[in-house]
């Protein structure tokens, strides 16, 4: 893959959380590069900064000390020109609101323009645009928050944890709806998990992290080729990459 | 901030905690729903006030000690204009008196809920307020605003300005963690968080706030009332009490009652109306 701009470019970010009396090391002198167009995966034990991580990112966080570059600016000014897509593990969709009305929400707020009915054919939602979120699944929910974090047109997606709620089937069919989606429109994602396998079969790179303070471990780049499938999981050079992944997290058990 | 869970938990009419499961069950729920709203406590009422009036009458007690409720119903019927009359300066005291308050309350809330230190600047003098008996300041009030509605519109306003205070405080506060950050990811401006998504999370408490506030309101009127004496039920009831004339008390009583009631289950009704997102969550 041929890299222009990066999308993510963290150099040596250190954040520390300050509760009163103790300091907490979140993230310790943190290197992060993520291609223009690229899929890269952190994985991480919990509480190894990897949300931290992201929301620096966002720009929804100061670090302490470090530089974020986010599509050639800071991460405020990415924000300023709405370029960001965000997902979280609880989606945070407006129950108020229904379906089609919280992926109006960021057109709403950036002034963008969207062919709606578009946007929730392509995370297959179509027939729930009136459904309010307390009426649907924990997955069909995930979806609304996927369609309305791309709603506006986003150059970077930044997933945390996006399917960490879901029972396993659920989590299952949206890695395929993720993968199909990408595949297809190749914008550059940073994407939070703590799945070993949904790391290896969804990006161009997992970056593993240790805990406490998080630092970067090891990087290892997916060479799977696309499109991919979920009976890819079943092949031994999959295989290889989980052990190395697992490997590089110094054998905790998963 | 403790009173916020003592105001939000309280509980409103039975009507709201024994419709919920009611509602989706279609001809069956609809009668037990009458059954159990209407019917039971109906017929209990009823027995009761037969009970009274056959004990009373029974053991010829005298009418200006305990009237009998034919006589109360009698009291009502020979002048029903006179509690009307009465009614209506009550009820424009106590809703004045709301309507300023919950507007005032949610105001400053809103400026509170943007600032921690003006929220703590500002909470003293309104927690304050809030523990001063309000009765005490009334003949203050009427030095400065004479003996007509004004005097009493303020005492129903200071007894229900702090119930809205903290509510709407803490609804305003209570957003998602993860909408919020959505919203800021999108460089969102603080009206497009506050109309979009502070706004609509505050009303389950405002709501909230309101049931508690209107029969506050009431008391706060009819309590002016009677500390000037010029007018509204709150006289009605001194001089009832002065003439000995029991169960024109009791009429009294019954009025407000009544209009508690309708009150508050008009409060509940519109929140039933808008909040149809937050009932379900809350209906189980």
Same mark, same amino acid.
């Given at each position: 893959m041929t890299v222009t701009t990066a999308a993510v470019e963290v150099r040596g970010l250190t954040h520390r959380y300050d509760s009163g009396r103790e300091t907490l090391l979140?993230?310790?002198g943190v290197n992060l590069d993520v291609g223009e167009g690229e899929f890269v995966s952190l994985v991480g034990p919990?509480?190894?900064g990897k949300t931290t991580l992201l929301r620096a990112v966002a720009g929804l966080l100061q670090p302490s000390t470090g530089s974020v570059g986010v599509l050639g600016t800071t991460p405020d000014d990415a924000r300023a020109r709405r370029v960001l897509g965000l997902v979280t593990?609880?989606?945070?969709?407006?129950?108020?609101?229904?379906v089609v009305a919280n992926v109006r929400l960021p057109l709403e707020v950036t002034g963008a323009s969207a062919d709606v009915d578009a946007l929730l054919r392509r995370v297959g939602i179509e027939r729930f645009?009136?459904?309010?979120?307390?009426?649907?699944s924990g997955g069909m929910r995930q979806r609304v928050a996927l369609a309305r974090a791309l709603a506006h047109g986003p150059r970077l997606l930044l997933m945390d #944890?996006?399917?960490?709620?879901?029972?396993e089937l659920s989590r299952e069919a949206m890695r395929v709806e993720l993968l199909r989606l990408w595949e297809r429109e190749r914008i550059s994602v940073l994407f939070v998990t703590h799945s070993i396998r949904e790391a290896v079969l969804l990006s161009d790179r997992v970056v593993v992290m240790s805990g406490t303070?998080?630092?970067?471990?090891d990087e290892v780049p997916?060479?799977?080729?696309?499109?991919?499938?979920?009976?890819? #999981? #079943?092949t031994a050079a999959f295989a290889a990459l989980v052990s190395r992944v697992r490997a590089g997290l110094g054998g905790q058990p998963w | 901030m403790p009173d916020a869970t003592d105001v939000v938990d309280?509980?409103?009419?039975?009507a709201e905690q024994e419709a919920a499961p009611a509602r989706r069950g279609g001809a069956t729920g609809a009668l037990g729903r009458w059954l159990g709203l209407g019917f039971a406590p109906g017929l209990a009422a009823v027995v009761l006030l037969a009970a009274w009036e056959v004990w009373v009458r029974a053991r010829d007690v005298q009418e200006y000690l305990l009237p009998p409720p034919s006589a109360v119903a009698q009291a009502l019927a020979d002048e029903p204009m006179r509690y009307i009359d009465a009614s209506r300066l009550s009820l424009t005291a106590a809703m004045g008196g709301l309507l300023i308050a919950s507007a005032g309350a949610f105001a400053l809330a809103v400026v509170m809920a943007h600032s921690r230190p003006l929220e703590r600047a500002l909470y003293p003098p309104a927690l304050m307020l809030k523990v001063t008996p309000i009765v005490a300041i009334y003949p203050l009030f009427t030095i400065w605003f004479?003996?007509?509605i004004w005097p009493k519109m303020l005492i129903a306003a200071l007894i229900t300005f702090f119930p809205m205070l903290v509510n709407a405080v803490i609804g305003l506060r209570s957003v998602d963690p993860q909408a919020y950050d959505f919203m800021r990811s999108l460089d969102a401006s603080r009206w497009q968080v506050f109309w979009r998504l502070r706004l609509p999370s505050s009303l389950p408490y405002v709501f909230a706030a309101l049931r508690i506030s209107v029969p506050l309101s009431l008391i706060g009127a009819v309590v002016a009332e009677f500390l000037s004496?010029?007018?509204g039920m709150g006289q009605l009831i001194l001089i009832a009490n002065g003439d000995f004339d029991t169960p024109a008390l009791f009429g009294a009583v019954v009025v407000l009652a009544a209009l508690g009631v309708t009150l508050t289950g008009a409060v509940s009704y519109l929140e039933r109306r808008v909040l149809t997102w937050h009932e379900s969550s809350r209906g189980v």
């Open positions: 979140a993230l310790d919990s509480g190894c593990q609880d989606p945070g969709l407006l129950p108020w609101r229904s645009a009136g459904y309010y979120p307390r009426q649907l #944890e996006p399917f960490g709620a879901l029972d303070p998080g630092r970067v471990v997916v060479d799977l080729g696309r499109p991919r499938t979920p009976a890819l #999981e #079943e | 309280l509980p409103g009419l039975p004479g003996f007509g004496g010029t007018s």
